[in-house]
């Protein structure tokens, strides 16, 4: 396909979006987007280069593989073999194995899988992910894989006429599932090729369906592409759903400008555009890795302008050095192929990952407290499996160990999670079994309206499941109150957590007294836990230091029983004064994380999270503990 300033100018535009995003997002809101517009350019070049050949009858499915390779690996495998390097100076064990795990999943194209299934896009700990940005990559060969696929067996049953015609009505369907998912599973539907095909098939109808224009109209769709796409990076923030129907407006946009073809445009094909869009691959490529060095080494903010002049060095060098080797471009057999030196590099590099993390980011060379600590600062083996992020019927709730007889059930957030898990071995001993209840960041929603909260319905519908089971007479309730009641932050520490209380506060703690008084009234016990202790930073950051610094991993100080006193003051304060049924027990977790002046990261040896508001397993027995204080149960 003939080169195009203006494509080369829209990277241009779309790199300079996400560099701006992700290095401060108050610079750029949507930059997010810059993404959707590179879906689109490749959706365009690549049903162009499948549909010339296939026209010429002479596409060659492992030709296009390679192709696609040479572009891409090259690059690719130089950054995670500089960060495999990187890490094994400077991370720590546990961050080297999770390093090990991404560069095999980047390098292996599936990393929009891994990183759906670990969390958010947008959440804190994607800061800590060195490849995070990698996810499109996985999308974009993913679409490489199976498009040419799906076009060539296409071929030889219908006319390309008729294929060209499936496009459309593919990426109509496509849209819609796109839009459906995003309200259903907004973690799946950012991450996963099944709601990104579209936007990709929908630049390929820019080729597939060119429109005449004059100069005139050719102009005014440009600037008017544009325009959609900027309003795009400028509108558009974290809080907006996506993709959805709202990515229409950059894709469209994206899809103005491949349709008005001005090589002279100087919006788009200016020295500067030009030069950016044809390193914009390793650009992006090298700028994420800057962004997480910042967070990572708690660097000031001067570094976020060092970072974005080292984007664009590194991007050109990568460019100049790598992108441009003249890599073998066809082999006479299909076995030849197998000598394809991208193919090895990923092939070695994917390799080199799964070694260091299956070996755990070779933790076994550590001193041997440090390894305790660590491999013990650690979640439930089942937080994955049963801890849900978006809406699950109750029904599908996890249950532990002996489904026959499930007579307690934990409900609320994540903070119930590994206390869930404790709770159930426990009574695993009196062959009593658990059903386990939890959304990710569920504030307390019970009698609240769907519309109110993203676990809402499940809120609602789980306390009905719970209050209709006659079994389940015993009821665990774990809320990360002051964070969802009055805000404020954990890592402001030392300085004082800025809540405020406010008309949703209340509303908020009315509906957690109506949730304690309807089980009280209906169960023979209810555990209502008051605010588990947090951490200003991760406990693994903390271990870190320790390590670093050749500390004692004995006893690790978190924060001082005054500042956590102080945070949770508004929550203290009512459940101390609350005049709940008597069949309410009220359990206080500082006890267990906290002495008379500190709340402790690690206590007696023992690590008391798995990151900085998460009790670890371990403390979760602790705290399990407390329950059969108060509990008719003796088990032990």
């Not at 100018?9 to 949507?30: K, Q």
């Not at 429109?211 to 959609?228: R, W």
Request: aromatic share 16%; glycine share 4%; charged share 15%.
């Amino acid at each position: 396909m003939d080169f195009r300033k203006d494509i080369n100018g829209l990277r241009a535009i779309a790199v300079v979006a996400v560099v701006l995003f992700h290095f401060n997002d108050s610079w750029m809101p949507g930059g997010f987007a810059g993404v959707d517009v590179f879906f689109v350019i490749s959706g365009f070049l690549m049903t162009g280069i499948i549909f010339k050949k296939l026209e010429k009858q002479n596409f060659s499915l492992l030709q296009f593989y390679l192709a696609r390779a040479n572009r891409i690996i090259p690059a690719l495998a130089l950054l995670c073999f500089v960060l495999i390097l990187f890490g094994w100076f400077c991370l720590l064990p546990y961050e080297y194995e999770k390093l090990g795990k991404h560069v095999a999943g980047s390098i292996g194209f599936i990393s929009n899988i891994l990183y759906w299934r670990e969390s958010g896009y947008f959440d804190a700990a994607s800061h800590e992910k060195w490849l995070l940005h990698t996810w499109s990559l996985s999308v974009e060969w993913q679409f490489y894989i199976i498009y040419p696929v799906l076009l060539l067996t296409l071929s030889k049953f219908i006319s390309l006429t008729n294929i060209k015609r499936s496009l459309l009505l593919l990426t109509l369907l496509g849209f819609v599932i796109c839009v459906a998912i995003t309200y259903i599973s907004p973690r799946a539907s950012y991450f996963l090729l099944l709601t990104r095909a579209w936007e990709m098939m929908f630049g390929g109808l820019a080729f597939l369906y060119p429109i005449a224009l004059n100069k005139n109209q050719s102009k005014i769709l440009e600037i008017f592409g544009i325009v959609l796409v900027m309003c795009a990076y400028i509108l558009f923030s974290e809080q907006t759903p996506w993709p959805g129907y709202y990515a229409l407006v950059p894709v469209i946009g994206t899809y103005f400008v491949l349709l008005s073809q001005r090589s002279n445009s100087i919006l788009t094909s200016n020295v500067i555009s030009q030069k950016l869009g044809a390193w914009s691959y390793s650009i992006y490529l090298w700028h994420w890795p800057l962004v997480v060095a910042i967070y990572y080494f708690s660097l000031s903010d001067r570094f976020v302008y060092i970072g974005l002049i080292l984007s664009a060095i590194l991007g050109f060098l990568s460019h100049k050095y790598v992108e441009q080797i003249n890599f073998t471009r066809n082999f006479s057999t299909i076995f030849s192929y197998f000598r394809a030196k991208p193919l090895w590099m990923a092939i070695i590099l994917s390799l080199l990952g799964s070694v260091i993390f299956y070996q755990e980011g070779f933790l076994h060379l550590a001193p041997e407290d440090y390894r305790y600590a660590s491999a013990n600062a650690k979640p439930s083996p089942y937080r994955d499996k049963c801890h849900i992020h978006e809406y699950q019927s109750p029904e599908t709730a996890c249950e532990y160990f002996n489904t026959q007889n499930v007579e307690w059930a934990t409900l609320a957030d994540s903070h119930s999670t590994e206390i869930a898990y404790a709770l159930a071995k426990r009574l695993q001993k009196e062959s009593i079994g658990l059903k386990h209840f939890s959304f990710s960041g569920c504030v307390p929603s019970y009698t609240e309206e769907e519309d109110f909260s993203p676990c809402a319905k499940w809120y609602n519908e789980t306390v009905e499941y719970i209050l209709n089971d006659a079994k389940i007479q015993n009821v665990v309730v774990v809320h990360r109150y002051t964070s969802q009641l009055v805000g404020g932050d954990n890592l402001s520490y030392p300085e004082k957590s800025n809540t405020k209380i406010t008309d949703n506060t209340l509303r908020l703690t009315n509906n957690i007294d109506s949730l304690i008084q309807t089980l009280a009234a209906n169960k023979i016990n209810v555990y209502v836990f008051y605010p588990i202790p947090e951490l200003p930073q991760n406990i693994n950051k903390l271990l870190g230091h320790n390590y670093r610094n050749n500390l004692s991993f004995q006893t690790i100080s978190g924060t001082t029983r005054d500042w956590f006193e102080t945070r949770n003051e508004y929550i203290n304060k009512h459940f101390n004064n609350a005049k709940y049924p008597a069949n309410v027990k009220l359990i206080k977790p500082h006890e267990v994380f906290c002495d008379a002046a500190t709340c402790f990261a690690v206590k007696d040896g023992t690590p008391m999270y798995f990151d900085d508001d998460h009790p670890s397993v371990l403390a979760a027995e602790e705290l399990v503990r407390l329950i059969f204080n108060q509990s008719s149960y003796s088990i032990e």
